[in-house]
């Protein structure tokens, strides 16, 4: 029985030790923006390793090794070693 005048603690009510204060540090807002920043690159680094698994041909270049070859045709390759 609560007959002695003590409000029941409840769990939306911050407990008395906690300050009214409801402010953060410096330190906590400094850690709070980097771990949303973290979030964000997380997030970002998720899309494009979906987008990769579900078109892997598209983020390949077009061009092949045998495209910088100005003066030799594909396959005349004896020439070009001796």
């Not at 939306?12 to 009214?20: A, D, E, Q, T, Y």
């Not at 598209?58 to 020439?79: C, I, V």
Request: glycine share 8%.
């Amino acid at each position: 029985m609560m007959d002695g005048g003590q409000p029941i603690p409840s769990p939306l009510m911050p407990l008395g030790n906690v300050s009214s204060d409801s402010s953060m540090s410096l330190e906590q807002k400094t850690t709070f923006v980097f771990v949303v920043l973290l979030f964000i690159f997380l997030g970002i680094l998720i899309v494009r390793c979906f987008r990769i698994l579900l078109d892997p041909y598209r983020s390949m270049p077009t061009s092949t090794w045998a495209d910088g070859l100005e003066g030799l045709e594909k396959g005349q390759f004896d020439h070009a070693l001796a």
